[in-house]
């Protein structure tokens, strides 16, 4: 078995988290999700893998290059194009699309291949999902999760028979118009056959185009029911939700760098903490090179990125920073995400940090930078200090 991850999206609805990062490359407790899908691909023996790449590839193929110390293999298919200053352009071309030009390319889907979206975790007992794949004699077999009703108005529906052969979608319906409880998952298994259907050099999406065309051709097209965690990273709100989660370590699979000091309190290398009147509240990670200056209050679930410094006074609840945050004394937050010069609520309202905020979330990086320059000019306008004779 082979595997296609899906990772040429600009994820516009994750913003700002995706303005110097592409959405497979957003983390979560320290690791690029992509990361973990890599990895659990590798447990179930899979690991031929090709990638489709566009806005910021270059950030997934630095990281992930070839494969080898994830002990697979990682292959690349660009989508996009060369303008007349030589610049490269991203142009991602369809799901679909960027499976057919794979495929033209170098044949590479010549056996039964694993698509999944590269924005999701999962623990999905692939095994058992290509066992009822093949017993069915399925094309395609589309994963899928129950959900609740009120939560249909966020997913593409799918409406199947009591077979599990699939009749027809719904994307998007109102709770009450939902003829399914059923989600895609965005997971699918596809054997090379299915790849004719796609009409090359086209724009051209799996969920919205070649799928219907599968069922307006009465192709063996089947849905799974499958019970096992799927958390989408739809939007900022999920990432905040899937912070909280993993944190709590509500998904057993993954687990919390560093090293545990106190109940409910791991760090990374070289982190300072100043205990006298602070409080810390797992659970709670602090990334290497922190400063926790004296009188802090960080309430879990919360991650503070590696290089941050939480100045004196300063209160932090339920809180996402990512590395080099400043939290300047005295201030408060409560359920953000904080990227650069950027928040975001848990509601997804994003706010720019302006210059008059510069000192609430100031790039520590920076301070820092400022601090050292002036102790080494200070080091040098003195003179040398006499030596004292023993």
């Known amino acids: 078995m082979k595997a296609m991850i899906l990772a040429a999206g600009k994820g516009t609805r994750v913003q700002p988290l995706t303005y110097e990062l592409p959405k497979p490359m957003i983390p979560i407790l320290g690791k690029p999700v992509m990361e973990y899908l890599v990895e659990h691909l590798v447990?179930?023996?899979?690991?031929?893998?090709?990638?489709?790449?566009?806005?910021?590839?270059?950030?997934?193929?630095?990281?992930?290059?070839?494969?080898?110390?994830?002990?697979?293999?990682?292959?690349?298919?660009?989508?996009?194009?060369?303008?007349?200053?030589?610049?490269?352009?991203?142009?991602?071309?369809?799901?679909?699309?960027?499976?057919?030009?794979?495929?033209?390319?170098?044949?590479?889907?010549?056996?039964?291949?694993?698509?999944?979206?590269?924005?999701?975790?999962?623990?999905?007992?692939?095994?058992?999902?290509?066992?009822e794949h093949r017993r069915k004699g399925a094309m395609v077999s589309i994963i899928t999760k129950e959900v609740e009703r009120e939560k249909a108005a966020d997913y593409g529906m799918v409406v199947m028979d009591e077979e599990g052969r699939v009749k027809s979608f719904q994307e998007k319906p109102k709770p009450e118009e939902a003829l399914s409880l059923f989600a895609s998952t965005g997971i699918y298994i596809m054997e090379p056959e299915v790849l004719k259907l796609i009409p090359p050099d086209t724009e051209f999406d799996i969920g919205s185009q070649l799928f219907p065309l599968l069922v307006e051709k009465g192709l063996p097209f089947y849905a799974?029911?499958?019970?096992?965690?799927?958390?989408?990273?739809?939007?900022?709100?999920?990432?905040?939700?899937?912070?909280?989660?993993?944190?709590?370590?509500?998904?057993?699979?993954?687990?919390?760098?560093?090293?545990?000091?106190?109940?409910?309190?791991?760090?990374?290398?070289?982190?300072?903490?100043?205990?006298?009147?602070?409080?810390?509240?797992?659970?709670?990670?602090?990334?290497?090179?922190?400063?926790?200056?004296a009188g802090a209050t960080i309430i879990g679930p919360t991650w503070i990125g590696h290089g941050s410094q939480i100045c004196a006074g300063a209160r932090i609840e339920r809180s996402v920073l990512f590395e080099y945050t400043r939290v300047s004394p005295g201030s408060k937050m409560n359920e953000l995400v904080v990227h650069h010069n950027y928040s975001v609520t848990r509601e997804g309202k994003m706010q720019h940090i302006s210059e008059s905020e510069v000192e609430s979330w100031r790039d520590a990086r920076d301070r820092r930078n400022a601090t050292r320059k002036e102790s080494k000019e200070t080091k040098e306008s003195k003179p040398a200090a006499a030596k004292v004779a023993a």
């Open 43 to 131: 447990k179930f023996g899979v690991r031929d893998i090709m990638v489709n790449v566009s806005y910021l590839h270059h950030k997934i193929e630095e990281y992930f290059g070839e494969g080898q110390r994830f002990g697979a293999q990682i292959g690349y298919s660009f989508e996009g194009f060369m303008d007349e200053n030589g610049k490269v352009m991203p142009k991602p071309i369809g799901s679909a699309g960027g499976m057919k030009k794979i495929q033209e390319f170098g044949q590479f889907f010549d056996e039964t291949t694993l698509v999944i979206c590269g924005d999701a975790l999962i623990d999905l007992d692939i095994k058992s999902a290509l066992f």
């Open 224 to 293: 799974q029911k499958r019970f096992f965690n799927w958390i989408d990273i739809g939007n900022i709100r999920d990432y905040w939700a899937v912070s909280q989660s993993v944190l709590q370590g509500e998904l057993a699979h993954m687990t919390m760098p560093g090293t545990q000091i106190r109940e409910g309190l791991w760090v990374g290398l070289n982190t300072s903490i100043d205990w006298e009147g602070t409080t810390i509240e797992g659970p709670v990670y602090i990334g290497s090179g922190t400063q926790v200056e």
